[in-house]
């Protein structure tokens, strides 16, 4: 035991150490934010200052005024289509629209002429524009004024409440527990797999580097193996700690202190801009209501328990596979050679993965999620990107207690494979070779 | 009591048994010549003795008691396949092993100095093992086989690949521990090694022991009996010995090969030559290990 503590100690000081880790702990948890931050600023920048785009119209129907915006300029044609579009290719203006006689009731023969591709969101913008304008039509041939629409729109907000099994009411937000099950899910996946091929790399390198029969002269190979392990999973653990610690303070003070707003909230502004007052008061008192109930329901989820249940899942998911890595590490010479035993141990990581995007979010009770989240290979994806929805407490445990035996018959399964391999080198390895291995008595 | 005994131990793979039935007894303070072709057990023989594997059938016991796992510290293993963590520090490298062998923190970190001065490496200290040539890391890594003063050493192949210096500071090393009272084992084919350094020399192949006994003994029972006469003048024989070869080396010298018959000794046979050359040196033909080793290795596979 005291020989692990040695292993694990140095396992995590040589990772700690090393300059890479500094970096990668210090500088991810800045880049995603800034690169995500700095494509939304220029976003923001770029419909800002653009110029509004001059549009030629020609308009044989005669049913349509257009009026400057900051996005498009119109220059009314009076032409013949032909000659419209001749005059407008010698332009280097943005498009010519062309509204034919058209029928309200059937609207239909609209085209837009543009020398380049036009991106789509220009593209409806100037539908949206045209849209606008045959409702109106369509109001006043039905006699319908505008005044009367607005009092028409109706809007209904469906208040979630989800009843436990005591009979307990809580209002919850899919939203919001999709957000979460889907990053917790993704979380799982990359810890994994980036620890895991850690281990491996960690354990090809005391193979080549020869080191490792002067090691299991002192030490057993279960040793060696589970402190290698161990020491990583430290490694990771303080990582992610560090992370967010980070993005937590960074978040917290950057965004308080320059006053920077959510993409959302800006755009609900300029929404709110171009409505009309009365509009606007309406539209803020179902915001008002949905911004408390959304608050409610945050207050709502266990966060406490999803926190503990994440690290549970992660911990043992990393052991499961982390123990199936070092097996890969110790049978092969190089990271090369690994390929194609690693792809058998990904495979299932990937299948819950996929699942968590394909059924689990969608359906988080199905009997596809229940299974996802119940097989020791796919649960700690699974689960974790579950968890936030509501799970029975003996599915929990039951997944728990598979994931404890899992990990277990996985280190099982990889200290046999391992205590030989270590020592083989310039052996071609294949998964018969591997099973001979395995029944070797030791 | 000995440094090692070793009965009856066997070790069989799934498609080759890698020892069979294999018994040695090492004497304490001896330096032990552990021999034999390549692939005959050797590396096998030694994992078992450090643990690192499990014998199927046999007993080993270490200084009189049955080998466990306490011992680890009592045994400083170098292996053919050695190397180090290239990205770790030699200190660093020198107290972990160190550690991992059962000694604290400080007894490693003294030991690790004294032996560092004595190598006279004290500056590399800091130095990453992948900075350092292969000579000195080749230093770095005996020290780290017997810093934790094992009372058995073994060293597998330990000379492969060290340059004469090297090899010369690690043999007086060696000598020094054995006079320390360190019991050593060597497993290798390099028979100038044994030849110079063993006392004790066992002879594996094909996964069984083939002789073992000190090298004297070894030698006494495979010499020929041959002696090799420088003479003058030409002489023929009969009784005493039998005369394998007779050349001529130059002008009336004679070199001649005798094999002595059985009940002779070599004070008559001398007494016989004078009688009838001019004898100007004999010399008894012992067998180097090199020859007994190649004779027993090839009389063992014609068989």
């Known amino acids: 035991m005291n020989k692990i503590w040695l292993i694990v100690q140095r396992e995590f000081l040589n990772r700690v150490q090393k300059k890479s880790f500094l970096i990668a702990t210090i500088l991810v948890p800045l880049i995603f934010p800034a690169i995500i931050g700095g494509m939304v600023w220029f976003m923001v920048r770029e419909s800002e200052s653009a110029k509004a785009e001059i549009v030629h119209v020609l308009d044989e129907s005669g049913k349509f005024t257009f009026e400057n915006s900051k996005k498009f300029e119109f220059v009314v044609e009076k032409d013949k289509l032909e000659v419209a579009k001749e005059k407008y290719n010698k332009t280097e203006d943005f498009a010519l629209l062309y509204i034919p006689v058209f029928d309200v009731a059937k609207p239909e023969g609209f085209a837009i002429y543009t020398k380049e591709n036009p991106s789509i969101e220009k593209v409806g913008d100037l539908e949206n524009v045209l849209e606008d304008r045959i409702r109106d039509l369509k109001l006043e041939q039905y006699n319908i004024d505008k005044a009367t629409l607005a009092g028409l729109k109706t809007k209904v907000n469906l208040k979630q409440v989800s009843i436990t099994e005591t009979g307990e009411e809580k209002s919850s937000n899919s939203g919001i527990l999709y957000g979460l099950g889907f990053v917790l899910g993704i979380l799982i996946y990359m810890f994994v797999l980036i620890y895991g091929i850690q281990i491996m790399q960690?354990?090809?390198?005391?193979?080549?580097?020869?080191?490792?029969?002067?090691?299991?002269?002192?030490?057993?190979?279960?040793?060696l193996m589970m402190g290698k392990i161990i020491g990583i999973a430290s490694v990771g653990l303080l990582q992610f700690t560090i992370w967010i610690l980070i993005i937590t303070f960074v978040s917290s003070s950057v965004l308080g202190y320059f006053g920077v707003k959510m993409p959302q909230q800006q755009m609900q502004e300029q929404m709110m801009n171009q409505m009309d007052a009365e509009q606007k008061e309406e539209l803020q008192a179902v915001q008002n209501t949905k911004v408390d109930e959304l608050m409610g329901n945050l207050g709502q989820i266990p966060f406490v328990k999803i926190a503990f249940v994440f690290i549970f899942f992660f911990l043992g998911g990393y052991l499961l596979y982390g123990a199936l890595f070092a097996a890969v590490g110790s049978a092969v010479d190089s990271i090369q050679e690994s390929q194609q035993f690693q792809f058998p141990i990904t495979l299932p990581l990937l299948v819950g993965y996929m699942g968590l995007f394909l059924v689990i979010l969608r359906d988080p009770h199905g009997p596809m999620s229940f299974w996802l989240s119940i097989i020791p290979l796919t649960s700690p994806v699974a689960m974790v990107g579950r968890i936030a929805f509501g799970v029975p407490t003996w599915e929990l445990v039951l997944s728990m207690v598979l994931l404890v035996g899992g990990f277990i018959f996985t280190t099982w399964v990889a200290g046999r494979i391992y205590r030989v391999g270590i020592l083989m080198s310039g052996t071609k390895v294949n998964y018969k070779v591997l099973a001979k291995w395995f029944m070797i008595k030791n | 009591m000995e440094a090692l005994l070793a009965k009856g131990v066997s070790k069989r793979y799934t498609e080759h048994v890698a020892l069979d039935d294999v018994t040695l007894t090492i004497p304490q303070q001896s330096i032990y010549g552990l021999l034999g072709p390549n692939g005959a057990g050797k590396t096998t023989l030694i994992r078992i003795v450090n643990q690192i594997i499990n014998?199927?059938?046999?007993?080993?016991?270490?200084?009189?008691?049955?080998?466990?796992?306490?011992?680890?510290?009592?045994?400083?293993y170098l292996p053919e396949e050695r190397g180090l963590y290239k990205k770790l520090k030699v200190g660093e490298q020198l107290l972990y092993l160190a550690q991992l062998k059962g000694l604290s923190r400080s007894e490693a970190l003294e030991r690790s100095k004294k032996w560092i001065t004595k190598f006279e490496i004290k500056d590399w200290w800091n130095k990453k093992v992948e900075d350092l040539s292969k000579g000195m890391a080749q230093k770095v890594q005996f020290i780290s086989t017997v810093m934790h003063e094992p009372k058995l050493i073994i060293l597998d192949e330990p000379f492969s690949g060290f340059d004469p210096v090297n090899a010369q500071l690690i043999t007086e090393n060696i000598l020094e521990l054995r006079d320390n009272g360190s019991t050593i084992i060597f497993s290798t084919h390099r028979?100038?090694?044994?030849?110079?350094?063993?006392?004790?020399?066992?002879?594996?192949?094909?996964?069984?022991?083939?002789?073992?006994?000190t090298k004297k003994q070894i030698k006494d029972t495979y010499k020929s009996n041959s002696f090799e006469v420088l003479h003058k003048g030409t002489f023929t024989m009969n009784g005493a010995a039998e005369m394998v070869t007779q050349q001529k080396v130059e002008d009336d010298f004679y070199k001649t090969i005798l094999k002595m018959n059985a009940g002779g000794s070599p004070n008559k046979?001398?007494?016989?030559?004078?009688?009838?050359?001019?004898?100007?040196?004999?010399?008894?033909?012992?067998?180097?290990?090199?020859?007994?080793?190649i004779n027993l290795v090839k009389g063992n596979s014609n068989e």
């Open chain 1, 202 to 223: 960690g354990v090809i390198d005391e193979k080549t580097s020869k080191i490792v029969e002067v090691i299991v002269s002192s030490v057993k190979p279960f040793q």
């Open chain 2, 55 to 76: 014998a199927d059938a046999g007993e080993i016991s270490i200084f009189g008691e049955k080998l466990a796992e306490k011992h680890i510290g009592t045994i400083g």
């Open chain 2, 191 to 213: 028979m100038e090694t044994v030849e110079d350094l063993c006392d004790h020399v066992a002879l594996i192949n094909k996964s069984k022991k083939i002789v073992e006994g």
């Open chain 2, 269 to 293: 046979l001398i007494g016989d030559l004078i009688a009838i050359t001019e004898v100007h040196s004999f010399i008894e033909k012992v067998p180097t290990m090199s020859e007994i080793f």
